[in-house]
């Protein structure tokens, strides 16, 4: 079945500093990615996706990319800010059927 | 537009009891998803109604059972509960037909003591 690896939290940054979260994943076919934010006590939030090979998802300053070659989503944000502190998730789809999320990864931002 | 939301937020349980949560589904969405979410770890897919008929299963055991009503809206229900239950439970609605992207509610956390 689709499967998806995210690198090891947790991931520990200044404010202003560079963001990057790798996520590589495995599915049949050719799944839209997802990437969902999770901030402490509350439900995930779609952070951005993407549904098609080279498309590119963004919102709030975070991007990532839709490499079939390499089957990765790796996240990034050019400018960590303390409020972006939660942890996130990728997320393979394929329509119609349910997410398969991995452990997560967890961003502290300090100022 | 309130989006998805659960009911209740937080109970605690003791062993062997039952448990219902319950969730409505964001306006315009027709299907309904749950996931087990253990404390550290990413959510675990438990089960996917539409049109009131389980369409998709994930690895949970029996005592993990649920419904749709006409109205889209979702129950789960866990029986004899274990210790290892104790875990946030998150409802995802969607709408199936459209193949929109899950939208989550905010949660049920269930401690079992």
């Known amino acids: 079945g689709d499967s998806v690896t995210q690198m090891e939290g947790p991931v520990t940054l200044s404010e202003e500093a560079f963001l990057t979260i790798n996520c590589t994943y495995t599915?049949?076919?050719?799944?839209?990615l997802f990437w969902y934010v999770q901030y402490p006590g509350e439900g995930l939030q779609l952070l951005l996706k993407?549904?098609?090979?080279?498309d590119k998802g963004s919102n709030k300053g975070f991007e990532a990319t839709y490499r079939k070659e390499t089957t990765s989503f790796h996240l990034e944000k050019g400018s960590v800010q303390v409020s972006d502190s939660a942890v996130y998730f990728c997320?393979?789809?394929?329509?119609?059927?349910?997410?398969?999320f991995g452990k997560g990864t967890t961003l502290s931002v300090s100022s | 537009d309130a989006g998805v939301t659960q009911s209740p937020t937080h109970l605690i349980k003791t062993r062997g009891q039952q448990v219902t949560l319950r969730c409505s589904p964001k306006?315009?969405?027709?299907?309904v998803s749950w996931y087990q979410q253990a404390l550290g770890q990413g959510p675990q897919f438990i089960f996917q109604?539409?049109?009131?008929?389980?369409?998709q299963r994930g690895n949970f055991p029996d005592r993990f059972s649920g419904h749709q009503f006409p109205n889209y809206s979702s129950e789960l229900n866990v029986n004899a509960l274990l210790l290892g239950d104790s875990a946030l439970y998150l409802c995802?609605?969607?709408?199936?037909?459209?193949?929109?992207?899950?939208?989550f509610g905010q949660g049920t956390r269930l401690t079992v003591v």
């Open positions: 993407a549904t098609k090979a080279d």
């Open positions: 995802a609605s969607s709408s199936l037909n459209q193949n929109t992207e899950a939208f």
């Open positions: 109604y539409y049109e009131e008929e389980e369409r």
């Open positions: 997320a393979p789809n394929q329509a119609g059927t349910a997410l398969i």
């Open positions: 306006s315009g969405h027709d299907t």
């Open positions: 599915a049949t076919g050719y799944p839209s």
